[in-house]
């Protein structure tokens, strides 16, 4: 992942950031103003030449390897900002109507900015703001370290493989179940046994599904990435749908990705949740581009 990458353009700005950053933000493109505040580029400036590649300027991928901080940047501006109406905004997952209790998300609140419910301390992803919980709301979690959380939890997932491929690989020389510890970064998650004929009883693994992933993303633990975390918020608050997300699409259907950020999505081995289907009046409504910025920046 380009997240170590980034620490030393980052330590130089960190001041400049904290200083200069705000809340929600208006687009001053749409709305100028005397006191010059909010963002300065319009939304179809910060998609730019869209996701593109290493050699096409002003593309996501392109600042991503060339510039990182300048995607970062763009992601917290992209954060803040308020979009409106015309850009999508609205209605959220069947416009609040359904059984919520097999569909949550037709209980979130309609937000118009990813800061309206991380905003706290102001500019940055952090908390504060009501989410989707039922008839009863809670303060939206805060997302400091989302990276962090992200890098290890697939380490951790890798670790935990490893030692399931090494019990079947024993069970089969030996001819005889072979069951091993489950441990990862001095966490314990109970024990698997492997079989000769290449099966595995996963009934003692405890605290992990038993395909083994670590998913570290919401309190029920139902998502493994960033970027599925940035395209369900989008659609499930925001009523914003990024349909032709390339790297949710392939994963999703069993492709294997790796996404501008550097996260393998592998659908052969996870399963990924797919991007929400075209909004019925706009159609796709988010350019791949912005939820690659979104992702850079929660990952920073």
Same mark, same amino acid.
């Given at each position: 992942m380009k997240f170590l990458g980034t620490i030393l353009t980052l330590a130089g700005s960190a001041l400049l950031v904290g200083i200069t950053a705000h809340a929600q933000m208006i687009d001053s493109t749409q709305a100028p103003n005397t006191a010059g505040a909010g963002i300065n580029k319009s939304l179809t400036d910060e998609i730019g030449a869209g996701r593109?590649?290493?050699l096409i300027p002003n593309s996501s991928v392109y600042i991503i390897n060339r510039d990182p901080f300048r995607s =970062?940047?763009?992601g917290r501006q992209l954060f803040q900002r308020k979009f409106t109406q015309a850009q999508g905004v609205g209605p959220i997952e069947g416009d609040g109507t359904g059984d919520i209790n097999t569909d949550l998300a037709i209980g979130a609140g309609l937000s118009d900015s990813c800061a309206g419910c991380h905003s706290r301390p102001r500019g940055s992803a952090g908390a504060g703001g009501d989410v989707v919980t039922r008839p009863d709301s809670?303060? !939206?979690?805060? #997302?400091?370290g989302l990276? =962090?959380?992200?890098?290890l939890a697939d380490e951790m997932t890798t670790d935990l493989r490893a030692t399931r491929d090494l019990a079947i690989s024993r069970a089969q020389k030996?001819?005889?179940p072979v069951t091993m510890t489950l441990f990862s970064k001095g966490v314990q998650f109970g024990s698997i046994t492997a079989n000769a004929d290449g099966t595995v009883d996963t009934s003692k693994v405890v605290g992990v599904d038993a395909d083994l992933r670590i998913k570290p993303f919401f309190a029920e633990g139902s998502a493994i990435s960033i970027r599925e975390f940035v395209v369900g918020a989008l659609h499930k608050e925001m009523g914003l749908e990024a349909s032709s997300d390339p790297d949710l699409l392939t994963a999703s259907a069993g492709g294997r990705v790796v996404t501008p950020s550097g996260m &393998? #999505?592998?659908g052969s081995k996870d399963k990924i949740s797919p991007p929400p289907?075209?909004? !019925? &009046?706009?159609?796709?409504e988010i350019d791949p581009a912005v939820v690659d910025h979104l992702e850079f920046y929660l990952l920073n």
């Open positions: 593109g590649s290493v =970062i940047r763009r809670r303060d !939206a979690p805060h #997302l400091f990276g =962090i959380r992200e890098m030996r001819k005889q &393998v #999505l592998d289907p075209p909004d !019925a &009046v706009n159609g796709n």
